[in-house]
């Protein structure tokens, strides 16, 4: 039988307090990994996640940073090795800058710069911050958490999608760049996904599910699946990849 085995492993997660951030590490947990939880100002919710984790066995560390601030990231690697005793098997870049999206022509430029440094900055500082031991030990996992949005270019969008297409030039140059030492660097790209404040408002479902193949939208603990199995050695050769996790919604041609 198949199984997600990451005991031994330990991982960090950027966003890790947020909707889709606490599925995340409490999947990966219980896949076995240690993990490292980053935030930026919910402190609070981060300790109750890594109390969570604890009680599930696993090891937890919280620790704060600016992920759009190098120093920052270099200093949460410090202290993720200081207090974890290693440095991580496997990066989820999931933190994300919220702004009101509105057209081109009216969108402000500061919400181009923010994306910029979320999307693209994060990924390469994060990249910069934790690759490097990666490839010391011949084995690791990059993960970023891309979006369907890159794909459908809707309108008001474009902030967002500007940010999130560059973070995939990134990451794709980065595939070709470490994969020798057997580093795998991909994307999950989620859809419109239903998470606890859905669950809590009793919002599951919306009218526009019916344009979805699958008729309905995705949870996160769908999208959560697929981060563990890229982080798992059953994804030992795939790399480079963007993979939609969106129901169909959109679907990528060759």
Not at 66 to 74: G, P
Not at 194 to 210: A, G, L, Y
Not at 216 to 228: F, L, M
Request: glycine letters at 10%; a negative charge; aromatic letters at 6%.
């Amino acid at each position: 039988m198949l199984t997600l085995d990451l005991t031994g492993k330990l991982a960090v997660i950027t966003g890790s307090a947020g909707q889709l951030g606490r599925v995340m590490a409490r999947t990966l947990a219980g896949c076995g990994a240690d993990i490292a939880l980053h935030y930026n100002t919910s402190s609070a919710k981060a300790e109750e996640l890594a109390q969570e984790i604890r009680q599930m066995g696993r090891r937890a560390f919280c620790v704060q940073a600016d992920v759009c601030d190098l120093s920052q990231v270099l200093a949460m690697r410090d202290a993720i090795v200081q207090n974890m005793g290693g440095a991580p098997d496997i990066v989820v870049d999931n933190a994300v800058i919220q702004y009101q999206w509105a057209s081109v022509l009216e969108q402000p430029v500061e919400d181009y710069e923010s994306q910029f440094r979320s999307c693209v900055l994060q990924n390469v500082h994060m990249a910069k911050a934790f690759v490097p031991a990666m490839v010391e030990k011949g084995w690791g996992r990059f993960i970023g958490i891309n979006t369907e949005c890159s794909i459908q270019c809707f309108p008001g969008q474009s902030a967002y999608v500007s940010g999130k297409r560059g973070m995939d030039g990134v990451l794709r140059v980065l595939a070709k760049e470490v994969g020798e030492h057997q580093v795998t660097v991909n994307q999950v790209a989620p859809g419109w996904t239903i998470s606890d404040r859905d669950r809590m408002n009793h919002s599951e479902k919306q009218p526009t599910d019916e344009r979805i193949p699958l008729k309905r939208r995705g949870t996160d603990q769908e999208i959560a699946n697929v981060v563990a199995f890229l982080a798992s050695d059953l994804a030992s050769y795939i790399t480079g990849s963007y993979i939609p996790v969106c129901g169909g919604n959109v679907i990528p041609g060759i």
